[in-house]
């Protein structure tokens, strides 16, 4: 963060600086993402087959990724019809930006996690069109870690807990949910983090539900081939935030949470 550089204040800094910032934070290459978010080096599993049961008693590190869901409800860009939202959520020169920021933005920095162990969950369309599906399927056949949940049109708030639902572990003490859209990015050592702050299921016995809110970050403003990064300082925001539950427990909205700052 640069010094004297309040909260939502442009951060200006150097290339050379600002590959270094998104390279050991986010594990994003410039120059791939200057190529227009064009093809760049493929993204591989490596030690992804680390036994899971190992960090069962700190919880299971669960994610939950939307793209481009037709469903009802959740949408900041209101639309008369169905069909209307359908057209804008299927256009190809959408869903083309939507793919590359995907695969270029968000994933680079989720593959490389300190901590391993963890799964996310891509809620899809049950509908999205060709060739995206097929080019989807294929990017998260790169890694184990990556499931898909295909929802039908209904509402957004169920679609979200069913694709969650499907994944939860029933032995783990604990759930740790993390949500992201399709152009967030989160540090490399997030998950290790998730950890480190959740501090055990004892917490969320006790209390019904825990909040992590890991709330500093950096918004990533592409302009042309020109990148500003601008410093965020921001509670109960989407990316970073987590939630602690136990596997039986109901619904989110029903617990008592307490709220951690990291």
């Not at 959408?94 to 799964?119: H, I, Y």
Request: charged share 30%.
């Amino acid at each position: 963060r640069a010094p004297g550089s309040g909260r939502g204040t442009p951060w200006r800094i150097d290339p050379l600086a600002q590959a270094e910032v998104l390279r050991d934070a986010f594990c994003l290459d410039l120059d791939v993402l200057a190529k227009e978010l064009g093809p760049g080096a493929r993204h591989e599993p490596g030690h992804v087959e680390r036994a899971r049961h190992e960090h069962r008693e700190r919880g299971q590190v669960l994610g939950l990724l939307r793209f481009s869901v037709l469903s009802e409800g959740a949408f900041q860009t209101r639309h008369d019809s169905l069909d209307q939202r359908r057209a804008y959520l299927f256009d190809p020169v959408r869903l083309e930006q939507r793919l590359a920021w995907f695969e270029r933005v968000t994933l680079p920095g989720l593959l490389a996690q300190k901590d391993p162990s963890f799964r996310l969950v891509v809620l899809l369309a049950e509908d999205l069109p060709e060739p995206w599906r097929g080019r989807m399927d294929a990017i998260l056949a790169r890694d184990p870690r990556l499931v898909a949940f295909r929802a039908p049109v209904e509402r957004h708030r169920k679609s979200c807990a069913d694709a969650i639902a499907a994944h939860i572990d029933p032995n783990a003490e604990a759930v740790l949910q993390f949500r992201l859209d399709d152009d967030d990015a989160v540090a490399t050592d997030f998950t290790r983090r998730l950890r480190r702050d959740f501090a055990g299921p004892s917490r969320v016995q006790a209390q019904g539900g825990l909040v992590l809110d890991h709330a500093r970050g950096i918004n990533l403003i592409w302009r042309g081939r020109d990148v500003l990064l601008v410093p965020r300082l921001e509670r109960y925001l989407g990316v970073g935030f987590a939630i602690a539950t136990r596997p039986g427990d109901g619904r989110q909205d029903r617990q008592q949470q307490e709220v951690l700052p990291c």
